[in-house]
């Protein structure tokens, strides 16, 4: 194979040019502690979609990373459920910055 090795970004989506990349990877990031939440607790699917009022099949498409499926709205609701704060801070770019960003950060 001779092609170019060209580094990505910290963003996949980024890299593979998915609009809204910033707010794609945080549903992605979402999800996947969601997922490691319900993994942590030994709940199947169907244990966890009756806690989640979700089906099997959403709980399924959760936990394999089906973006398209859930809002961060509805993500964040399903984190409150786990027992989970969901904290929402906005403030100015820092000065620093060349441009305002959205990002998340996962507390233990």
């Known amino acids: 194979m001779n092609g170019k090795i060209i580094r990505g970004t910290d963003n996949i989506f980024k890299d593979i040019g998915v609009s809204d990349p910033e707010r794609t990877l945080i549903r992605a990031q979402v999800m996947s502690h969601i997922t490691e939440i319900i993994n942590e607790r030994n709940l199947n699917q169907k244990q966890a ?11 399924s498409n959760l936990m394999n990373g089906k973006l398209s499926i859930f809002s961060l709205e509805h993500l964040f609701k399903l984190l ?16 620093t910055e060349t441009k305002a960003t959205t990002s998340v950060l996962l507390a233990a």
């Open 49 to 59: 979609g009756k806690l989640l009022n979700l089906t099997q099949p959403k709980v």
């Open 80 to 95: 409150t459920v786990l027992k989970w704060d969901v904290e929402i801070i906005i403030k100015p770019k820092s000065k």
